[in-house]
């Protein structure tokens, strides 16, 4: 899948509950600052069982679906007046739905819990099924909702998708006009396995050393592109998932790869990316890799 449609629309998929709709002015400030429309997405599940009455029920799903997406457009224009607001009732299941729109969509939008999950529930949640598989960067908006003008935090780690982490995170901080924080962390785990034995009583100095350099390197071009952000450079010898929940507590948004350098194929959602998607206090932002 390709990793964004230039120009398309953000997708923000909803159920009526009030984290959907914390996602939903999230989406629409989205928006308004990348001079993009919002398609707001409600999907009902289709009725497979074959019952006296079913049909009706499939009808009464769909009229509620239709307008709840109505209510929660006119919310949006509202909150974001100008804004080109969209709607879909797509007859699927939601990840199906929201994956198919993730293929012509900018960017996907959705609360914490997913829809029609239950407060709490982890394990499979939409939110990260979508982080793990969608056709374009996953906005989960986390946190109470509240606006905050801490700074833009971005979780490096030199893999694969730092680059485009880098990216998004410094068009994120120069949209808002805020900081960036550009963090890069690494546990004694990262390297241990890779250290002769002969050359760990050195000490952990030249790998900080290095660290902090390609850090600085991966950082300069986007520097010379977006002068007008703040930079500040932190890197650390700790758990990654650690220090980015910590800085989840002033971030107004935190952005990640959705797998690290350190990351199993077979994993399609990295270690950080699920503790940040299920943890984190603000918003968290997963970048997606491009097409094969």
């Known amino acids: 899948m390709a990793q964004a449609a230039a120009g398309g629309p953000i997708v923000v998929g909803v159920d009526g509950s009030g984290a959907a709709m914390r996602a939903v002015r999230w989406a629409a400030e989205a928006a308004v600052r990348r001079s993009a429309p919002v398609r707001i997405v409600h999907a009902v599940a289709p009725v497979t069982v074959r019952a006296p009455g079913a049909a009706r029920v499939a009808v009464h799903a769909r009229d509620a679906a239709k307008r709840l997406v109505e209510q929660v457009a006119a919310e949006a224009a509202m909150a974001a007046p100008g804004l080109v607001v969209t709607t879909v009732v797509p007859m699927r299941p939601a990840f199906e739905a929201l994956l198919a729109e993730s293929g012509t969509a900018s960017m996907l939008v959705v609360g914490p ?12 949640s939409l939110p990260a099924k979508l982080a793990a ?138 270690s950080v990316g699920h503790a940040l998607v299920h943890h984190a206090q603000s918003p968290v932002l997963v970048i997606r890799p491009p097409a094969r």
């Open 133 to 270: 598989h969608s056709g374009c960067p996953v906005a989960v908006v986390r946190g109470s909702g509240e606006r905050r003008r801490g700074p833009v935090v971005a979780g490096l780690d030199g893999g694969p998708l730092s680059e485009a982490v880098i990216a998004a995170a410094f068009e994120e901080a120069a949209n808002r006009e805020v900081p960036l924080i550009a963090v890069h962390a690494w546990s004694d785990a990262d390297f241990a396995g890779l250290l002769p034995e002969s050359r760990r009583y050195l000490g952990w100095e030249p790998i900080e050393e290095a660290e902090r350099r390609v850090l600085g390197e991966s950082l300069v071009p986007w520097q010379e592109k977006y002068p007008e952000v703040a930079l500040n450079r932190l890197a650390v010898r700790d758990r990654p998932r650690h220090v980015l929940l910590e800085w989840s507590r002033r971030a107004q948004l935190l952005v990640i790869g959705h797998r690290g350098r350190g990351g199993f194929d077979g994993l399609a959602l990295g």
């Open 113 to 124: 819990t997913g829809l029609g999950a239950l407060p709490g529930v982890l394990a499979g």
